[in-house]
T-cell receptor
Framework: NAGVTQTPKFQVLKTGQSMTLQCAQD?????MSWYRQDPGMGLRLIHY???????DQGEVPNGYNVSRSTTEDFPLRLLSAAPSQTSVYFC????????????FGQGTRLTVV | DQQVKQNSPSLSVQEGRISILNCDYT??????FLWYKKYPAEGPTFLIS?????DKNEDGRFTVFLNKSAKHLSLHIVPSQPGDSAVYFC?????????????FGDGTTLTVKP
């Protein structure tokens, strides 16, 4: 059982480039989220989804787009990368409900130069 | 305004002793709290949770205490082991928020010395 799989693990982008961070889960979880973690800080929510076709903004959504065409996949798109988007990105999934824990992927370390 | 605060960035304890990690919150609507553990180059993993209807939850060596009046929770690890060395995140969520979104603290790095 793979859980939550993120690709790539590392990425270097030039300012202005676009790219998509992939996230897939095989646990049939309804909820999926993207977080970023900056040094010395906690996880901040970028976007989340409560099911296929439904997405919403989190705490820090600017510069990112998401879509959820299937239950399994939740890609995060950087439209025009900026150095401020240098961070570690985590995708998470969990069962529907208010009292469930999140399962995280291993993270994508992104550097924008 | 940070709603979940872990005021100690780091903690060092001796193997076999108790580790106590603290977390404070400001939002009185929070009613479910979780602790996650994170090793370097890995994603966080769920450790233990507590609902606001309880003041204590125990799972093996890990116990979480909740003091609602003080808006404070703590994670106790007894006895501490070197493998417990990791970053610990406190997270909180409020009833009826969309998708039960969690707000995370900045984390506490625990080092357990052999």
């Amino acid at each position: 059982n793979a859980g939550v799989t993120q690709t790539p693990k590392f990425q270097v982008l030039k300012t202005g480039q676009s790219m998509t961070l992939q996230c897939a889960q095989d646990m049939n979880h309804e909820y999926m989220s993207w977080y970023r973690q900056d040094p010395g800080m906690g996880l901040r929510l970028i976007h989340y989804s409560v099911g296929a076709g439904i997405t919403d903004q989190g705490e820090v959504p600017n510069g990112y787009n998401v879509s959820r065409s299937t239950t399994e996949d939740f890609p995060l798109r950087l439209l025009s990368a900026a150095p401020s988007q240098t961070s570690v990105y985590f995708c998470a999934s969990r069962r529907a409900g208010e009292r469930t824990e999140a399962f995280f992927g291993q993270g994508t370390r992104l550097t924008v130069v | 305004d940070q709603q979940v605060k872990q005021n100690s960035p780091s903690l060092s304890v001796q193997e076999g002793r108790i580790s106590i990690l603290n977390c404070d919150y400001t939002n009185s609507m929070f009613d479910y709290f979780l602790w996650y553990k994170k090793y370097p180059a890995e994603g966080p993993t769920f450790l233990i949770s507590i609902s606001s209807i309880k003041d204590k939850n125990e799972d093996g060596r890990f116990t979480v205490f909740l003091n609602k009046s003080a808006k404070h929770l703590s994670l106790h690890i007894v006895p501490s082991q070197p493998g417990d060395s990791a970053v610990y995140f406190c997270a909180a969520s409020a009833r009826n928020t969309n998708a039960g979104k969690s707000t995370f603290g900045d984390g506490t790095t625990l080092t357990v010395k052999p």
